[in-house]
Each structure stands twice: as structure tokens, then as C-alpha cells.
């Protein structure tokens, strides 16, 4: 069965940096891209950014974090990354790790429950 | 503003059938699969629907999935009080190199 467990979120000030973890199991976490998505409260869904299954062929970044956030992912630990720099209030969000069904970008299918991420200024 | 265009709202009475669009544009739905994913209160989205109307296991034949061009829809048959929840469509857009989601619906069972 697959499981994804986030951790590393918590309360940061704007302007200072916060590393997620991913830990991955229950499927060949080097055969499947994987991707970062956020969640305001009370908001929709928004896509962060995806990395390749080998973690060098492809990294892709939505607008609102290029530059500042940076996807990883350590396939001898099975666990995927997420360095965020600069951070702002508006990402305040809950943070799911996703699977992919494909090497990069086939489709999200499963998710993590996810980690918060507050950001005071 | 969502890529992905969907209605903030959705609503029918049990046993009823309710459909649920998402429209996008020939670089996204139109030249990628769709995908569909179920929030319940509180909890993590859960997929629904992938490759376009493809049910990954566990999920009732009551649930569809269609495509026609630039546009996509999630249908449910059977309305059940349990189906309450946030829906959500996603694709590949190839121009932005982004998933990009859909705003949402907030299916109501009255």
C-alpha cells in the first residue's frame, strides 16, 4: 500500500527558510515523479512543483515559487524535498506530497495528508 | 483565477445525477488526460478519476469521467449524501510546464 508521510512544516517568519520531507513507501519511489501541492485555508488546490523520477532529468516550478523554492528527492532514503526560501505570508498552506503514476508527468494519484506551513511577517 | 474553469457549486438530492464540467484550453485538457479528485471535509483529495474517465480501484461505477476537446466532466449517478465534498480537475498544460487544477465545486446533496 502506498504512503507518503510530509513532515517538516511549522511557524516561520517571512523572510526565513523551511525544508519539507517526504517519506515515501509501499511502491518503487524511483520509477515515479513527484510533486508538491498547496492548500490555503479554506482555498483550492495550487500545484508547487514536480521533479522527475531520477531526480536530474526534470524539475518544473509554478510561477508564485521559481526562484525561491527547491525541489529534491534522495532515492537510496526513498524521500522527496521541498526547500522553500524567502518565504512570504501567502505560503501559508497546508503541503501534500503526491505521486505520480508516471516518470514525470502522467497524472497525480496519491497523496500524503500533508504537513503546515504558517509564515507570520 | 484558476486555468482550469469549473463551477463553485454543485447541488442535487439523493438518487439524483449531477455532472460537473472543467474547462481548459488546447494546451492543457486538449492535448492531455484529465484528472479527478474527491476532498472530503478535512481530509486529503483523494483520486477519483484519471486518464479521463478511468476508475482507480475502489471507486463505484456510478462515477464517470468524460472528454471532448478543450473540456471535461465528472458525473454522478446514485447521489448519495456521502458524495458531499470538494471536487477538483487537473491537467498537464504544455505551455506553462505546470500542472494546473481547476478552482473547485462544492458539491451540496440536499
Known amino acids: 500500500q502506498v504512503h507518503l508521510v510530509e513532515s517538516g512544516g511549522g511557524v516561520v517568519q517571512a523572510g526565513r527558510s523551511l525544508r519539507l520531507s517526504c517519506a515515501a513507501s509501499?511502491?518503487?519511489?524511483?520509477?515515479?515523479?513527484m510533486h508538491w501541492v498547496r492548500q490555503a485555508p479554506g482555498k483550492g488546490l495550487e500545484w508547487v512543483a514536480v521533479i522527475s523520477y531520477d531526480g536530474s532529468t526534470n524539475k518544473f516550478y509554478s510561477d508564485s515559487v521559481k526562484g525561491r523554492f527547491t525541489i529534491s528527492r534522495d532515492n537510496s532514503k526513498n524521500t522527496l524535498y521541498l526547500e522553500m526560501n524567502s518565504l512570504r505570508p501567502e505560503d501559508s498552506a497546508l503541503y501534500y506530497c503526491?505521486?505520480?503514476?508516471?516518470?514525470?508527468?502522467?497524472?497525480?494519484?496519491?497523496w500524503g495528508q500533508g504537513t503546515t506551513v504558517t509564515v507570520y511577517s | 483565477q484558476s486555468v482550469l474553469t469549473q463551477p463553485p457549486s454543485a447541488s442535487g438530492t439523493p438518487g439524483q445525477r449531477v455532472t460537473i464540467s472543467c474547462s481548459g484550453s488546447?494546451?492543457?485538457?486538449?492535448?492531455?488526460?484529465v484528472y479527478w479528485y474527491q476532498q472530503l471535509p478535512g481530509t486529503a483529495p483523494k483520486l477519483l478519476l484519471y486518464?479521463?474517465?478511468q476508475r482507480p480501484s475502489g471507486v463505484p461505477d456510478r462515477i464517470s469521467g468524460s472528454k471532448s476537446g478543450t473540456a471535461a466532466s465528472l458525473a454522478i449517478s446514485g447521489l448519495r449524501s456521502g458524495d458531499e465534498a470538494d471536487y477538483y480537475c487537473?491537467?498537464?498544460?504544455?505551455?506553462?510546464?505546470?500542472?494546473?487544477f481547476g478552482g473547485g465545486t462544492k458539491l451540496t446533496v440536499l
Open positions: 487537473a491537467a498537464w498544460d504544455e505551455s506553462l510546464n505546470n500542472v494546473v
Open positions: 503526491v505521486k505520480d503514476e508516471g516518470a514525470l508527468v502522467d497524472g497525480l494519484d496519491v
Open positions: 486518464r479521463n474517465n
Open positions: 509501499g511502491f518503487t519511489f524511483s520509477n515515479s515523479g
Open positions: 488546447s494546451s492543457n485538457i486538449g492535448s492531455n488526460y
